[in-house]
């Protein structure tokens, strides 16, 4: 059985995943270079691979039984004209570390007052103000898969007031409480911390704009680590300006790497951090492709496996 590795680390994966299949019949083919990868995938029944890549070759009639994503997103794979009678399953169980550090980190450094603190000591200032602490601030996570919950998880421990939006409302610890969709303006009101984690679909696009920023509270801070679609730039910019918020920290855009006339670089209060939320750890990603490897092998049914009909 032939497995085409389609990605920018593929000899890491090749280090990894030969000795760890060592006793399958299994020959290993591996490039990034989008002008070899058509020669390799011909008669490849399993990919993985990251979706910019193998979206690509999908276009040019190559498709395999089962393809695996390196990324938790895979929206590269959902356009029009790209087949769906084949098995795809997304990067899920390896993110939620890495997100949680992330979000908690600038959740922390907003607490501390890192860059107030930083200026003053550039204006050589003696700054000593006593912070605040993130015990009961309320934080609100909006898309409580597999990364919210883990996020959420995480943030457990420092006291905060968990809530959660995701498309139904359901009852998941350690929640307080997770709300419908419908009830993002409201439970967003309330909110010291809005975490966006929502994957994008047709549903999760454009629905941070100047009507909700308008419904927040002047001290909360807006954490985007989910899709840039999802918020409308120049509203979220004119909220910052009207002081409609404390902040946002902004992880993923609509275009990347983020032009240089993008009004998110002279955004008063808006911190930008270049797609570095959660990067995909290879030892992790290599272990959960072995795991649904067997299950693939065994007819099983596979982590993560995307539903083409709600396009995750």
Known sequence: MRVLIAEKSHLAYVEQLRPALSSLELE???SDDPLRLPALAADCQIWLGQPDLVAGLLRQGFKPQWLQSTWAGISPMLADDLPRDY???????IFGQVMSEYVLCHMLAHERQLCAQHSAQIEKHWRSVMPPSLA????LIVGCGDIGHSVAQFLAPFGVELYGVASQAREQSPFIRVAAMAQLASMAGQADYLINLLPDTPTTQDIYNAELFAQLKPSAVFINAGRGVAVVDADLVR?????QLAGAVIDVCRVEPLPAGHI??????LLLTGHS???TLNTLMAQLFVSNLRRFMAGQAL???VD?????
């Open 87 to 93: 098995l795809l399953s997304r990067a899920v169980g």
């Open 264 to 269: 998110f670089w002279t955004a008063p209060r």
């Open 303 to 305: 982590q993560g496996q």
């Open 239 to 243: 909220a910052l300006e009207l002081n």
């Open 277 to 279: 939320s959660a990067p």
């Open 308 to 312: 083409f009909s709600r396009d995750y």
């Open 28 to 30: 290993w083919v591996a």
């Open 136 to 139: 009961g601030k309320r934080v």
